[in-house]
């Protein structure tokens, strides 16, 4: 399932959802519009259909779930938002695990980028530039600033426009045909719009790469290359083009504001690389390919004497995947031997011991890997897995309750914390634990149906019981925006 089909119903949305509007911003200052969307659709309210488009994508669409892509795209994310007006804000952001070039911006802060993207940059500020272009969009809070200009559309009418552009996800044509018959203004309305929102989005996008030290130059560049090799797609362009089209004078426009900053010396981190040659091997056919693509790439940055970590990090990954070990351990010797404390390494190391069911060795990585890098999520949840595997679900258990307790938690947590639960003998946990984790990928009736069944379960202390209740009170809460958004 893939989510590509969301741009093509939120571009459709927009084209014919829009008046035109102009926005009188500085070219070097953020423009401030205060909080007059909120108007129409509260900032709660997008917080709220934010986390149900996000269920939605969970439930739908193949989300990439490796902690180490989801702490780098995280961090990426909140380096620009620091940089931003909405510094206070809650982002969500998330990596989709296709090769097409994609990028966009959900209310309430959500944010997803495919795996596309991080292939074809050729640099970290390339990558950060289509990041920053969506953390803009949402700054400036246009999808609201769309439902305002529509004076005449009432509260469920405008549920309605949302519900049938998350719609698009699961059934663009469906999607497309319930935008179309709601909203029903001219599109030449909506591509002005479109192109203001655009326009806008590359300068605040801009001014948050040189505020979080990335080259400015990275979103113009990424864009140039994709408007010069448009011609090449003969119709199957990718659906960035088609949702965030790219004009002469757009390009041109943003080019001009790049180069008002000076030129400074930025190099890709590492962790960009490494996670980079990740999503490659993800994005490959099958393990085979992987290995032979990876191979070819150590073999080519070991003649250029430039990218040999990377590439041989993504070469053992691949191995790995593949099931061939020994080779796999050799690789992983070598960067080893080049960075020993590196957390991707060890984490590496430690999941090629864990596939060949040598657990007491990964546990031991793990446990290194604690005193140098304490509650570190990727760790933390390749931890908790192995210690399941190895049959010590006691103890998943107790690391996971510790990391929750003051940690932010995800669907992955619950179910593993469920699982755990479950094979220590708590039942009544595991239940809770299990309902959670329905709600957050988007099966959120299912989770009300588990909850119900656990509270029918003998045995609950008074805490397990408030518990129960109020989640479930906040499930049926949400169950009911869900409908009223046609999910």
């Known amino acids: 399932m893939r989510v590509s089909s969301f741009l093509t119903a939120l571009g459709l949305s927009l084209l014919f959802s829009m008046q035109n509007v102009h926005a009188d911003v500085s070219a070097m200052d953020l423009p401030d519009f205060g909080d007059s969307a909120g108007s129409v659709i509260s900032p709660e309210m997008e917080r709220r259909i934010g986390e149900a488009f996000m269920r939605h994508v969970r439930k739908n669409a193949s989300v990439v779930s490796d902690p180490e892509v989801q702490s780098y795209i995280r961090s990426l994310g909140y380096r620009l938002v620091s940089n931003s007006e909405d510094a206070g804000k809650d982002y969500t952001f998330f990596v989709v695990n296709d090769p097409m070039i994609n990028a966009f911006a959900a209310p309430g802060g959500v944010i997803g980028i495919n795996s596309g993207v991080f292939i074809n940059a050729r640099s970290e500020s390339e990558l950060a530039g289509v990041v920053a272009h969506e953390v803009a969009h949402v700054t400036q809070r246009h999808m609201a600033r769309m439902f305002e200009m529509q004076e005449k559309m009432s509260m469920p009418m405008l549920a309605a426009l949302v519900g049938s552009i998350l719609l698009g996800i699961a059934n663009p044509q469906a999607g497309q045909a319930a935008i179309t018959a709601i909203a029903g203004v001219q599109a030449q309305y909506g591509i002005n719009f479109t192109r203001a929102n655009e ?289």
């Not at 004497?305 to 061939?324: E, F, H, M, S």
């Not at 408030?466 to 169950?479: A, K, N, P, T, V």
């Open 199 to 487: 326009e806008e989005a590359d300068r605040i996008g801009i001014q948050l790469l040189a505020r979080s030290e990335f080259d400015p130059r990275g979103m113009t560049g990424f864009f140039e290359r994709l408007q010069q090799n448009s011609r090449f797609y003969q119709g199957n362009a990718p659906e960035y083009l088609r949702t965030h089209p790219l004009t002469t004078s757009r390009i041109a426009d943003a080019k001009s504001r790049a180069e008002q900053y000076p030129v400074v010396d930025v190099h890709d981190s590492e962790s960009f690389e490494l996670v980079r040659m990740k999503l490659i091997v993800r994005t490959e056919k099958n393990t085979r390919d992987a290995v032979s693509k990876l191979g070819e790439m150590l073999k080519q940055a070991q003649a250029d004497n430039r990218g040999v970590i990377p590439a041989r990090y993504g070469y053992a990954i691949a191995l790995t995947d593949a099931k061939r070990f020994r080779e796999a351990k050799e690789q992983l010797g070598y960067l080893l031997e080049y960075e020993n404390e590196k957390p991707a390494f060890l984490l590496a190391a430690a999941r090629l011991e864990a596939a060949q069911q040598n657990y007491r060795s990964a546990l031991e990585i793990y446990e290194k890997m604690q005193e140098l890098y304490p509650n570190y999520r990727p760790l933390i949840m390749a931890w908790a897995k192995t210690l399941l595997a190895a049959g010590q679900p006691a103890k998943a258990r107790d690391l996971l309750r510790k990391y929750g307790r003051s940690h932010e938690t995800d669907h992955q947590y619950y179910e593993l914390l469920a699982q755990a639960e479950g094979m220590a003998g708590n039942e009544a946990e595991s239940g809770i634990a299990k309902a959670h984790h329905f709600y957050l990928i988007g099966d959120t009736q299912l989770a009300i149906e588990r909850l119900k069944h656990t509270q029918r379960q003998q045995g609950l202390d008074y805490y397990q019981q408030q518990r129960i209740e109020s989640r479930l009170d906040h499930y049926m809460h949400e169950r009911q925006l869900e409908r009223e958004l046609q999910l």
